[in-house]
């Protein structure tokens, strides 16, 4: 079973990559731009339309205002993309807002922005999917009328391509992703050069179509909210800036500057086509009203509604009929390659989602399991939980565009906002050390730039929270709470754990001569592990070892030189292991130990931690449980698990300690050893 699954493992994901290959993963500027701007690209395919949609619950004479909410936004734009490009150079080591906001403003704030960000690269991949999908519904009614499954179909699919690793995922991605940018900004430029060079008329399918307005005679408060609203729909252009500055690491060198000309790359793309297809859709007459209420609100030019059996284009779509002709050859490949755009626009958050939980686990405000790569050097465990999550929204809400996108980008400006708040902090504490001239005007340069850019994305996040709160933004104002204080329970509980297991220098347990043979795995050292070799020395083996497996070269150094310190006489082995896996060369090992001698039994010792609560069964003894897993079905091969009970496994409070100074009993592995002592004396 173990080599059935293991084939259908290396077909899907592919074979496996040495620790020392991470260096081939890294990524070139062309390759790292569709792999963390297919996001921010995409948004082309709804924000304009978002903007339009909004304006038409007035009437078609709000249409007016959409250049310049178009301008605000593109405003924003631009200043989030030169703020980031500060962030980059200021903290490449891909800890990004998380890292800005944890550094300068203290550990709340930055498990603040790690609870938006994880919140919103899970809505960025279900409102991309879903979006996606409604493209291929329109022309195939199977997809349309099974919206979810096949929703969730593309998510596994996605998540397939990314387990194999983020170089493959991007060169996957890469030609779809420059298709688009081609594709859209040829459709720019044509219609651009009918408008301004050939004079020509160019007319949108909706064009002959007037829009019913839901509210008439709006008060000026009212207006004003409205146009805000349509403004902060506008703003989901901006989602996906950010995986940029969480990404750095996946560059080349030099890592900073080409992630900063990426991000201005990105920015000038996205803020291109953005500001274009707005202007057509404008000048083509586009029409377009909330997906729900189309056949009553959208009405002929007789005033009748255009029907039940009527459907919207996306505005891209429209547009493309209006330059190209619907039908025509660049109108297929337009629809086309925007449809395949959104649903690699999930692909950023496939990327930025895993490296953030790799380094909040290392942090430990994660499970530790998130901080390890997978077989292709990509954090595996971090794909698979981010597509779990966008799976359950894409079944929730039925992959329905509208409903997932009131959810959407509030926590990706809460991070914009706190992450900018923090830069200007950075900046102040370098200023009052630094004396050279020229790098001085740079830091006052970037501090204005962070300072402007806070107080932008901070007024676009209160406009958001005002405008989309009770149309389902409330839902992520519980959700991002209910996440902080997850993080903040796991860091509480991993701390207590290492406060119980950390080794004093006084603690000098002895241990028992050997007569028999013994395996004690070591992980690190701590009072499991004295007590794991006292246990094993008990048993008086005729050998005895420590092995561990030396998967980072740095903590495999250390150990040994803290082995060595203390002067422990047990021989510590060190088993390599250049694919960081560490069940296999312990089973490799005893089965080398077999074969030298059949007739003998090989006994393996295992610390385990015996915990209180079902979810700290999550947190501790996953490695263990697999390894006894695989020893059990060896002959010849004995597992004693070695148990630590934890505090939390007390059931029995306030009674005293067995362990404790001042007990009255002593440790057994003491009792023991006097014991052993003495029947060897006689």
């Not at 901080?371 to 079944?395: E, K, P, Q």
Request: positive net charge.
């Amino acid at each position: 079973m173990a080599k059935v699954t293991d084939l259908v493992k290396r077909v899907l994901v592919g074979r496996a990559l040495r620790s020392g290959q991470l260096h081939e993963q890294l990524l070139p500027k062309r390759i790292a731009l569709p792999v963390f701007a297919s996001d921010a690209l995409s948004s082309v395919a709804y924000a304009p339309q978002e903007i339009l949609v909004i304006l038409s619950l007035a009437g078609v004479s709000f249409y007016a205002y959409s250049p310049w909410v178009a301008m605000a936004v593109v405003v924003v734009m631009l200043t989030v993309v030169a703020s980031y490009r500060q962030n980059v150079h200021a903290y490449p080591s891909g800890g990004g807002d998380y890292e800005v906001a944890t550094t300068n403003l203290g550990k709340n704030a930055g498990l603040t922005v790690a609870s938006a960000l994880m919140v919103d690269y899970v809505l960025t991949v279900a409102v991309s999917v879903a979006n996606g999908v409604d493209y291929v519904g329109a022309t195939l009614p199977f997809v349309g009328q099974h919206k979810p499954a096949v929703a969730i179909a593309i998510v596994i699919l996605l998540t397939v391509v990314n387990l194999r690793g983020i170089r493959e995922s991007g060169a996957a991605f890469a030609v779809p992703t420059y298709a688009f940018m081609i594709a859209v900004l040829a459709l720019i430029l044509w219609g651009g050069f009918r408008l301004l060079v050939l004079g020509e008329q160019i007319h949108a399918p909706s064009a002959h179509f007037t829009v019913k307005p839901e509210q008439t005679n709006l008060a000026t408060f009212a207006a004003a909210f409205l146009i805000l609203r349509a403004f902060s729909s506008g703003c989901a252009a901006l989602t996906g800036v950010e995986a940029i500055s969480n990404g750095v690491p996946a560059f080349r060198k030099p890592k900073s500057k080409n992630a900063a000309t990426t991000l201005l790359m990105m920015g000038l793309v996205a803020i291109t086509m953005f500001g274009g297809i707005i202007a057509l859709g404008l000048a083509a007459g586009v029409k377009v009203a909330e997906p729900s209420v189309v056949p009553e609100d959208l009405l002929r030019p007789d005033g009748t509604p255009v029907g039940p059996g009527y459907y919207q284009q996306p505005i891209i779509s429209q547009v493309a009929d209006a330059v190209f002709g619907g039908g025509s050859l660049p109108f297929v490949v337009i629809s086309a390659v925007t449809a395949l755009i959104l649903f690699l626009a999930a692909n950023t958050a496939f990327n930025g989602f895993p490296v953030l939980g790799s380094i909040l686990a290392q942090d430990r405000y994660l499970p530790r399991q998130l901080h390890t790569r997978g077989d292709r050097l990509a954090f595996s465990n971090g794909i698979i939980i981010l597509a779990l999550g966008a799976c359950l929204l894409l079944w929730g809400f039925q992959a329905d565009v509208s409903r997932l996108l009131n959810l959407y980008i509030v926590g990706v400006f809460v991070s914009f906002t706190l992450s900018q708040t923090g830069m200007v902090i950075h900046w102040t504490r370098h200023l009052k050390t630094e004396t050279d001239a020229k790098v001085r005007h740079q830091m006052h340069r970037s501090r204005v730039i962070n300072f402007f850019g806070g107080i932008m994305t901070g007024l676009v996040l209160v406009v958001v929270l005002l405008t989309k709160f009770l149309v389902g933004a409330w839902i992520v104002c519980i959700a991002m709470p209910i996440l902080f204080l997850m993080m903040k329970a796991i860091r509480r509980h991993y701390d207590n754990v290492a406060a119980e297991l950390e080794l004093s220098e006084d603690y000098e347990p002895a241990m028992l001569p050997a007569r028999n043979h013994s395996i004690v795995l070591v992980s690190k050292l701590h009072k499991p592990t004295m007590r794991a070799l006292a246990y094993a020395r008990a048993t008086r083996p005729s050998s005895l070892e420590a092995v561990t497996v030396g998967v980072e070269g740095e903590e495999a150094r250390k150990l040994q030189e803290e082995w060595e310190r203390r002067g422990i006489q047990v021989p510590l082995k060190m088993l390599d292991s250049p694919y960081r896996e560490i069940t296999q060369p312990i089973l490799d090992y005893v089965k080398t130990l077999r074969r030298r001698s059949p007739r003998d039994v090989v006994t393996v010792f295992i610390p385990e931690y015996v915990v209180g609560h079902w979810w700290e069964h999550l947190l501790h003894n996953q490695s263990a449980l697999r390894l006894k897993a695989r020893l059990l079905f060896k002959p010849g091969v004995m597992v004693t698990s070695v148990p630590w009970q934890l505090h939390s496994s007390d059931r029995l409070k306030g009674r005293p300690e067995p362990f404790a100074p001042g007990s009255v009993r002593r440790p057994w592995y003491e009792s023991v050893q006097e014991n052993g002592e003495q029947i060897r004396s006689r």
